[in-house]
């Protein structure tokens, strides 16, 4: 069964860096596209960043572009967001999943990891 477990958050101060990763298991993510979503309080989910394995191809929102970088590490089977200069409003629980294309659909909905940014 193909699972993700995320990992990383926490609390930081506004201006701050945290480092999330993306664990995989009974899947081998090199072979997916993989994105990285965040959910705040009373929010939807949105889709933050994407990384296209087969390519490498990336794509950024635009709240975040500049700030955020994915990136994956194929031997050892995890992916993780590197987030800098983070803003309150990043506040949100950050989950990865992944899809055939990055396009989606995404799968593997983990429990997600909380980031708490401070002002």
């Known amino acids: 069964e193909a699972r993700l477990v995320e990992s990383g958050g926490g609390l930081v101060q506004a201006g701050g860096s945290l480092k999330l990763s993306c664990a995989a298991s009974g899947l081998t993510l090199e072979l997916y596209a993989i994105a990285w979503f965040r959910q705040a309080p009373g929010k939807g989910r949105e889709r933050v960043a994407c990384?296209?394995?087969?390519?490498?191809?990336?794509y950024y929102a635009d709240f975040v572009k500049g700030r955020f970088t994915i990136s994956s590490d194929n031997a050892k089977n995890t992916a993780y967001l590197q987030m800098n200069s983070l803003k309150p409003e990043d506040t949100a629980v950050y989950y990865c999943?992944?899809?055939?294309?990055?396009?989606?659909?995404?799968?593997?909905w983990g429990q997600g990891t909380q980031v708490t940014v401070s002002s």
């Open positions: 990384i296209d394995n087969y390519d490498s191809d990336t």
């Open positions: 999943a992944y899809a055939p294309a990055s396009g989606g659909p995404y799968d593997g």
